[in-house]
Every structure is written in C-alpha cells, then in structure tokens.
C-alpha cells in the first residue's frame, strides 16, 4: 500500500463548478498537509498547508484535513480555465523536511 | 531572486553516457532535494542535502550521485545513463514556514535516454 494515494484524474469539469480534489494516507504520524499545483511543463508550486486536523481557506481554495480518517481535501469555488494543472498533496511528519507526495490528479476546466 | 535554477531544460542522452544535471538557489536555503518525475507516478526524492557537505540518499538514489560543496549550488551526476532514468527531474529547496515549510521548485530538466 502506497503511503499516500491520489486518483490521477483527470477531472473535467465546467467554468464556474466546485471541485473537490482528495487524498488518503496511511502514515498516521503525518502533521503537516499541503497542496501543491503544476501547470504543464512547469515545477510544483505551494498552493495551501495546514496542520493537523481542520479547514484553512484562501479565496477559492479551502484545504481540509480529517485525521481520524486519514484524508485530506482541497476545494476549489467557482473554478476558473487558469486552475487547469494538476494538484499533487504533500506531507511531513515534521523534524526533517521530507515531504512525501500523491501522484497528483489532473484537473480540466473547460470555458 | 531568480529562486531556484536548473540546467539544461531538455537533454538527449545515449546509453552508457553521463551527465551532470546543474541546480542552484539564491535564497540561503539550507535544504536541498532532487526529485525524478514520471508520468502517474508522482514525484520521487533522489537524494537531498541539510547543508555544504551534507547529502544523504532518496527513495531511488541508485545510478545517481550528488555533491554539495556551496549553499547555493546541488548537481546531480548520471553515471552510465539507462532508459529507465528517462524522466523530468526536479531540484528544489526549502524554507520554514509558520506551521511547516515550503518547498521552492526549479523548472525541471526533461531527460530522455536512448
């Protein structure tokens, strides 16, 4: 079993629909989330963190962590044909900085 | 700040060849990582460096080496290039955040290996 499984999409959706993009691990000593986006031919950058269990938001973005089920969410409102690239989640344990990575999904928002 | 660099962005290589995949970081950062990237498989750590001096092995450090002799600076050398290391490769660099720490990625070099 993978560490940290993602569907790798993709996910094709409307202008202006909600996505919901998701994460399962297995590591329950993971603390810190994260979410990472990447446009074609271009390197991850840090989209949202949080730690521990709860919701964060940032504009259309809301990034959840539910711990006791060992899943993450990221949301997006009113999606645009910009948010077109693929999502990858992160996590750490915390102490030394190695993040562990989901396969990402690619996610389509057509006009 | 140009952020993190890489060098070349494409690169053809022969089987049996070597090769030397340049990253640099203006940003002071003490942590350094290569990743290889390949298609549904998400990203994989390579080695990574706490510091001049200080490397250590990845997931999938075989066929690879690294050195680190500047803050600013992390090559990654192929030795007797193979199919399988065709991939994108990634070199990054972190920094503490509030809560955890972010990781600052280059462009990436597109290897192919015939």
């Known amino acids: 079993q993978k560490e940290v499984e993602q569907d790798p999409g993709p996910l094709s959706v409307p202008e202006g629909a909600i996505v919901s993009l998701n994460c399962t691990y297995s590591n329950s000593a993971f603390q810190y989330f994260m979410w990472y986006r990447q446009y074609s031919r271009k390197g991850p950058e840090l989209l949202m963190y949080?730690?521990?269990?709860g919701n964060k938001e940032d504009g259309r973005f809301t990034a959840q962590v539910d711990k006791s089920s060992k899943y993450i969410s990221l949301f997006i409102r009113d999606s645009q044909p910009s948010d077109s690239a693929t999502y990858l989640c992160?996590?750490?344990?915390?102490?030394?900085?190695?993040?562990?990575f989901g396969t990402g999904t690619r996610l389509l928002v057509s006009p | 700040n140009a952020g993190v660099t890489q060098t070349p962005k494409f690169r053809i290589l022969k089987i049996g060849q070597s090769m030397t995949l340049q990253c640099a970081q203006d940003m002071n950062h003490n942590y350094m990582y290569w990743y290889r990237q390949d298609p549904g498989m998400g990203l994989k750590l390579i080695y990574y460096s706490v510091g001049a001096g200080i490397t250590d092995k990845g997931e999938v450090p075989n066929g690879y080496n690294v050195s680190r002799s500047t803050t600013e600076d992390f090559p990654l050398r192929l030795e007797l290039a193979a199919p399988s290391q065709t991939s994108v490769y990634f070199c990054?660099?972190?920094?503490?955040?509030?809560?955890?720490?972010?990781?600052?990625f280059g462009p990436g070099t597109r290897l192919t290996v015939l």
């Open positions: 992160a996590m750490w344990e915390g102490g030394f900085q190695k993040l562990v």
């Open positions: 949080t730690y521990s269990s």
């Open positions: 990054a660099s972190s920094t503490r955040l509030a809560g955890g720490y972010e990781q600052f």
